[in-house]
């Protein structure tokens, strides 16, 4: 499926493609009452102008097979990077300890977030206000067409870059200065100067955070957009250069290209954190009927079932007779990504000595974490494809604290009727398995498997 990358700031809505002609581009500006420079105020409207933009660029016979990728502007992110300690209690509980002192009165209850792991003891946290993200939803049901990516343009520049230094981002975007801490490839402050700051002002300002809370200062900058910064002496400057889609570039779509190149260099990145599509709870089937939408001046009928969340994949056909639709069912205290693509296969629990009705186990609302205490290198990766490929959900993999013999399934107390299917599907892989419910309530995680070196990988 080929996306349409759209991009808003200043009022400015901006959408490329890539089709079999090339990189295709527009933009509109929209009124003040439709958008509030980066904010969607007015749904039905600006899903309007997204159609009549999408229009212009897709050639017709490929609309069916389109979908959108949202950009989201650093101004509307929370990216900062936590530091927990492994002796202090469950690292979930001081994340957000954390968090809540840096929220500057805000709720964490108004957030759609995620943190994962970047180095020992190190968190990204990634969270955005609800009723922003939302919005999207509204737009991709809207236009009829499927969301499959919401990216922060910011968030990819180390990605793209594969830093792990600690380096400084000075970049330009519609006029907008914004400035960045990065390392480990991640975020942990973002600044953004609407009204701009002069040449003296920004190099104090760079100076300034080369040096914070550091024994020794950043000195290497990149420059994104931004050809006419030049500090003083004492910094090594880069300038990134904007990726190459399909050897074109327009001035004013830089963002966008580098969203849509990543999208195609990186094949895992729209599972990954970076995709904040993954934040929002799984949908729940609602029983619905929809009518057709028309696309454009009789362009295109959008028939039967319309995808609110394309990416997710559900399509499930309770009735026959019957249209369903998507709906987002949104809960509170969203701690983790949600991975999860395609409905996923299933498994079911055995009648129990009672004759009871046998209970339907789904293998993707089971939230697992693998963790490599094999010494194997590359184990939890590759128990975690298989894991997928059985229709698990693995949110992350990680390096156990120490070297163990038996595989740990660590499970919490109200999963553990698992037990037997994981059991059953790891038999492959893991024939020494020890099975705990000890997994505390308020983890992350239903299910911690840890590996151990009897593994056969």
């Not at 700031?9 to 958008?35: C, M």
């Not at 609800?130 to 499959?148: D, I, Q, R, T």
């Not at 910011?154 to 390392?183: C, H, R, W």
Request: net charge negative; glycine share 6%; hydrophobic share 40%.
């Amino acid at each position: 499926m080929s996306e349409v990358i759209l991009s808003l700031n200043n009022n400015v809505l901006k959408a490329s493609y890539v089709g079999k002609d090339g990189f295709r581009s527009i933009s509109t500006q929209l009124p003040v009452d439709v958008a509030n420079d980066s904010t969607i105020l007015d749904v039905s409207s600006f899903s309007q102008s997204v159609v009549e933009l999408v229009n212009q660029i897709v050639d017709h016979k490929d609309l069916k097979k389109t979908s959108l990728v949202f950009v989201s502007q650093p101004q509307d992110m929370f990216l900062r990077f936590i530091t927990v300690n492994k002796t202090n209690g469950e690292y979930q509980t001081q994340i957000l300890s954390d968090i809540e002192s840096k929220l500057d009165g805000a709720s964490i209850d108004d957030l759609y977030y995620t943190y994962f792991k970047i180095a020992p003891f190190v968190y990204q946290f990634v969270g955005v206000n609800k009723a922003y993200l939302e919005k999207f939803l509204e737009v991709s049901n809207e236009c009829g067409m499927p969301l499959s990516g919401i990216y922060s343009w910011m968030g990819l520049l180390p990605k793209y870059l594969n830093l792990s230094d600690p380096s400084i981002f000075v970049t330009k975007v519609n006029n907008e200065q914004v400035v960045a801490l990065s390392e480990l490839g991640g975020i942990f402050y973002t600044g953004v100067f609407e009204k701009g700051k002069s040449q003296e002002e920004l190099e104090d300002l760079v100076k300034n955070l080369s040096v914070y809370k550091r024994n020794s200062p950043i000195t290497k900058i990149y420059t994104f957009n931004y050809d006419d910064f030049e500090p003083d002496s004492g910094f090594e400057v880069y300038k990134v250069d904007v990726p190459n889609v399909d050897e074109t570039s327009v001035p004013g779509f830089e963002v966008n290209m580098l969203v849509n190149y990543m999208i195609d260099f990186d094949t895992e990145m729209k599972m990954s954190g970076l995709n904040m599509l993954n934040l929002f709870p799984l949908p729940e089937i609602v029983k619905k009927k929809v009518p057709s939408v028309m696309v454009g001046a009789g362009a295109l009928v959008v028939v039967s079932i319309l995808a609110v969340i394309g990416y997710f994949g559900f399509f499930r056909n309770q009735n026959s007779n019957a249209d369903n639709q998507l709906a987002v069912n949104p809960q509170e205290n969203l701690e983790v990504l949600s991975e999860s693509s395609e409905s996923q296969q299933t498994g079911t629990q055995g009648e129990n000595p009672a004759g009871e009705v046998a209970v339907e186990l789904k293998k993707d609302e089971l939230s697992i974490k693998v963790e490599n205490g094999s010494n194997v290198n590359g184990a939890a990766s590759r128990v975690k494809d298989k894991l997928a490929e059985l229709g698990y959900k693995v949110l992350t993999i990680d390096t156990a604290d120490s070297t163990r013999e038996t595989t740990l399934l660590q499970f919490k107390k109200d999963k553990s009727v698992y037990k037997d299917l994981v059991t059953a599907d790891l038999k492959d892989v893991a024939e020494n398995v020890v099975v705990e419910e000890t997994l505390a309530d308020d983890s992350v995680n239903d299910l911690v498997i840890i590996l151990g070196t009897t593994i056969k990988l």
